[in-house]
Structures are given as structure tokens and as C-alpha cells.
């Protein structure tokens, strides 16, 4: 029983050390492809975008420049903007059930990421947590603000700023920064 315990391990130590091999291989390549294309800047000056995320933003929302017509057609697309549902005294806001879910799933992992390195994004979290937001729903709101900002960055052809994008102002900044 012990050898083939050990033959199995053996394998799967094999099957492993390929996959990460690969796996830098296939990173790197997705690097160099993104870093030749004329937006590579734009979305690594955006909070919690790296070379692999931002490469992957960028492939699930497309480079035609005229593809979304404003913001909100942006974050439409994204499934980050919520839906209202209103009816009578009653108003509901829910998540988007039809979205691309690949691009969802990155904006999520950016902004989570960029909680740590923004304090804009930080401050916005805070406040829709202290309104009673859920952790997804709070976290859906920073992801649907960044969609608007690298949405107006790519239009502008301008890198993000701190200032610009959350509308503070550096004394209040350093504040939140601390």
C-alpha cells in the first residue's frame, strides 16, 4: 500500500511542477502581449490592476474605443451597475443575474485589491458598509465606481489620479491615507 501511496505522490508532484512551469510560461506571454498595447498604461495606473488582471479587464471589456458609448453602458456591460426595481412604496436594489461573469470576477478581484491601495476606494467602501451594505454589495459598488473611472480615463486618454477619481481633496486624502 505504501509504495503506491508514494507512486501517486510522485505523479502528482510530476503533474504539478508542469503546471507551474506552464503556468510562468503562459504568464509571461500574456505580459508581453499586453504591455505592446497603446492602453497598457491607463489600466495599470488603476488601483489593484497588475500586469494579469489588467490584461484579463481588458480583453473581457474589448479595445474599440467607440464599443460603450458612456460610463454606464460600460458598467452595464460589466454587470457591476445594480438594478432598481420599484414598485408602489417598495424599492429594491438587486445585483445583475445576466453579465459576463469573467469580467465580473476580475473587477471583484480589483476591488478588493484596490481597498488596500487606494484610500478613495477604501473611504467608499467604509461609508456603504456603514449604511448597512453587505460586504458583495459594498464591494460591487467600489467595482462599479472603478469601471467609471477607467472608463473616463480611456475616453481622456489620462492615468488614474487619486484626487480626480474619488473627488478628494489632499488634506482629507492624507486624512483617510492615515
Given at each position: 500500500?505504501?509504495?503506491?501511496?508514494?507512486?501517486?505522490?510522485?505523479?502528482?508532484?510530476?503533474?504539478?511542477?508542469a503546471?507551474?512551469?506552464?503556468?510562468?510560461?503562459?504568464?509571461?506571454?500574456?505580459?508581453?502581449?499586453?504591455?505592446?498595447?497603446?492602453?497598457?498604461?491607463?489600466?495599470?495606473?488603476?488601483?489593484?490592476?497588475?500586469?494579469?488582471?489588467?490584461?484579463?479587464?481588458l480583453?473581457?471589456?474589448?479595445?474599440?474605443?467607440?464599443?460603450?458609448?458612456?460610463?454606464?453602458?460600460?458598467?452595464?456591460?460589466?454587470?457591476m451597475?445594480?438594478?432598481?426595481?420599484?414598485?408602489?412604496?417598495?424599492?429594491?436594489?438587486?445585483?445583475?443575474?445576466?453579465?459576463?461573469?469573467?469580467?465580473?470576477?476580475?473587477?471583484?478581484?480589483?476591488?478588493?485589491?484596490?481597498?488596500?491601495?487606494?484610500?478613495g476606494?477604501?473611504?467608499?467602501?467604509?461609508?456603504?458598509?456603514?449604511?448597512g451594505?453587505?460586504?458583495?454589495?459594498?464591494?460591487?459598488?467600489?467595482?462599479?465606481?472603478?469601471?467609471?473611472?477607467?472608463?473616463?480615463?480611456?475616453?481622456?486618454?489620462?492615468?488614474?489620479?487619486?484626487?480626480?477619481?474619488?473627488?478628494?481633496?489632499?488634506?482629507?486624502?492624507?486624512?483617510?491615507?492615515?
Amino acid at each position: 500500500m505504501v509504495p503506491a501511496y508514494a507512486a501517486s505522490a510522485s505523479a502528482l508532484i510530476a503533474v504539478l511542477t508542469a503546471m507551474t512551469e506552464q503556468t510562468e510560461v503562459l504568464a509571461g506571454q500574456v505580459e508581453q502581449g499586453f504591455g505592446q498595447h497603446p492602453d497598457v498604461e491607463i489600466y495599470l495606473s488603476q488601483p489593484g490592476l497588475g500586469m494579469i488582471l489588467g490584461a484579463r479587464v481588458l480583453a473581457e471589456f474589448g479595445d474599440d474605443p467607440h464599443r460603450y458609448a458612456d460610463a454606464k453602458s460600460r458598467k452595464n456591460y460589466s454587470g457591476m451597475s445594480p438594478i432598481t426595481k420599484a414598485s408602489g412604496t417598495k424599492q429594491v436594489v438587486l445585483a445583475r443575474y445576466a453579465r459576463n461573469r469573467r469580467l465580473g470576477d476580475a473587477l471583484f478581484l480589483q476591488a478588493y485589491s484596490a481597498l488596500r491601495s487606494s484610500p478613495g476606494a477604501r473611504a467608499f467602501y467604509d461609508r456603504h458598509r456603514a449604511r448597512g451594505a453587505t460586504h458583495y454589495q459594498a464591494l460591487r459598488a467600489v467595482a462599479n465606481r472603478l469601471v467609471g473611472i477607467l472608463h473616463r480615463c480611456l475616453r481622456t486618454r489620462t492615468l488614474y489620479d487619486e484626487n480626480q477619481a474619488w473627488h478628494l481633496r489632499n488634506d482629507k486624502l492624507t486624512t483617510l491615507a492615515a
